[in-house]
């Protein structure tokens, strides 16, 4: 069933009794193509475009839970293409223009709010550093504004522009950034991947991975052994503990990041703002709570939960950036693992086992990058050579040197 309005006026006069589920929950087939492990956005993103753009249909996505209950499900929602490496700058404004075209493509409303994305300096150097970034930018054809002081102030006049520590001076703006509903992304994908023929397999944990003559044959599951031609792993904070069942060992470390959001209140806020002198985002929900970040726990962990310090850490940016944050009552707050990078960019590769594939290393990015995530894993899963837009982003560059630093913040925890 296509949404449009006449369907949902229809199933008004109907009673709304004749919904169907979005997507098939199917049971696994003895042999895939393709066996996608990771139920999340870039997994499901990944199984959708193999079928629309390859038209590799026997697909499965095999979830150890239910669709959206990992890191999909738990980040800040912000969405950007405001990179400035070579190595990124394709790769995320092609994930920008799929996440403008998304609502369209899959027939659901993802909640695309093109907000823009400000982010604030507060020295002259780090203003030099802004203008470069937006320089590179331009010069890829994405759009960026450097704001003075009194640019920003008449988008967020509420800040702390006097700070005597960090006072404000100006920002850099992205106006395409913005937010998505996260939840709608994992829902929408999967109804459109099932809807061309994806079986979305949940309550279906990956307990091993079988090679015969050094060449991957299938996975173990909780639900039984399962044959594939290739297997792709797409599972974000878990990417070490299911790469060990291949015996690799990647450049990698799992990390809590915690989110936050407040009690709802009246519309603040109209767009993202990030904290310059500190690690701090923010943004405000359709609901109307204040959606807000930080940095990552330091410490190794694969809980969804974080630690007392990075909780104070984090509101003791919101408060220097925003004071009146003060007067709000936090609602409720939660972890995702992310999978840290050596040089805080992703991986998207061939493993050195043949019919293994990679996609992880995503550390603060892996939401924004979801459609082109799923775009380009496809191309490389489908035709065994990367996409262009992700070229940059192979496994051997650590043993290489060619490394992609965009901002210096992989897993070491002194850098953040």
């Known amino acids: 069933m296509r949404y449009s309005v ?21 049971a696994p087939k003895a042999e895939y193509d393709v066996v996608v492990v990771g139920g999340g956005g870039h997994g499901l993103a990944t199984a959708y475009y193999l ?24 980040n800040t929602t912000i969405v950007r293409s405001n990179y400035g490496l070579p190595g990124n700058i394709p790769f995320y404004e092609r994930s920008m223009k799929l996440w403008e075209g998304l609502e369209q493509d899959i027939n659901y409303n993802a909640m695309v709010s093109q907000r823009g994305v400000l982010n604030l300096y507060h020295s002259d150097a780090q203003r030099d550093a802004y203008a470069r970034r937006g320089n590179a930018m331009r010069m890829a054809g994405i759009d960026a504004e450097l704001l003075d002081r009194e640019g920003v102030r008449a988008m967020v006049p509420f800040i702390d522009f006097d700070n005597a520590r960090f006072p404000v001076k100006g920002g850099l703006l992205q106006r395409r950034g913005g937010t998505v509903r996260h939840d709608a992304v994992a829902w929408g994908y999967a109804r459109a991947a099932s809807d061309r023929g994806v079986d979305i397999v949940q309550n279906c944990a990956v307990t091993g991975i079988r ?5 991957v044959v299938g996975v173990e599951t909780g639900r039984g052994f399962i044959r594939a031609k290739k297997v792709a792993l797409s599972v974000a904070g878990s990417t070490s503990l299911l790469a060990a069942m291949a015996d690799l060992r990647l450049p990698i470390e799992a990390h809590v990041l915690q989110a936050f959001v407040s009690e709802g209140v009246k519309p603040l806020i109209d ?14 929900s359709d609901k109307g709570g204040l959606v807000f970040g930080g940095d990552i726990d330091g410490y190794n962990s694969y ?5 007392l310090a ?30 840290m990078s050596m040089d805080g960019s992703p991986i998207i590769d061939r493993t050195p086992v043949d019919g293994l594939y990679l996609n992880a290393g995503w550390c603060y990015g892996g939401f924004k990058a979801t459609p082109a995530a799923g775009y380009c894993f496809a191309h490389l899963v489908a035709r065994d050579a990367p996409h262009a837009d992700a070229a940059a982003y192979r496994l051997d560059r650590f043993a290489t040197g060619r490394l992609i630093d965009e901002k210096g913040m992989g897993a070491q925890p002194n850098l953040h």
């Open 310 to 339: 990075t909780i104070e850490d984090v509101m003791e940016g919101g408060m220097a950036l925003w004071p009146g944050l003060g007067r709000l009552r936090l609602l409720r707050h939660w972890g995702g693992i992310m999978d």
């Open 211 to 215: 090679r015969e003559n050094g060449r």
């Open 6 to 26: 006449l369907s949902v006026l229809g199933q008004a006069l109907r009673g709304q009794r004749d919904w169907r589920p979005q997507w098939r929950d199917a």
């Open 303 to 307: 809980a969804q939960r974080g630690n």
């Open 51 to 74: 079928a629309k753009e390859h038209g590799i249909t026997s697909v499965a996505v095999l979830e150890k839970s239910h669709v959206g209950s990992g890191n999909v499900g738990r």
């Open 271 to 284: 767009t993202v703002v990030t904290f310059g002198a500190g690690h701090f985002y923010v943004s405000q």
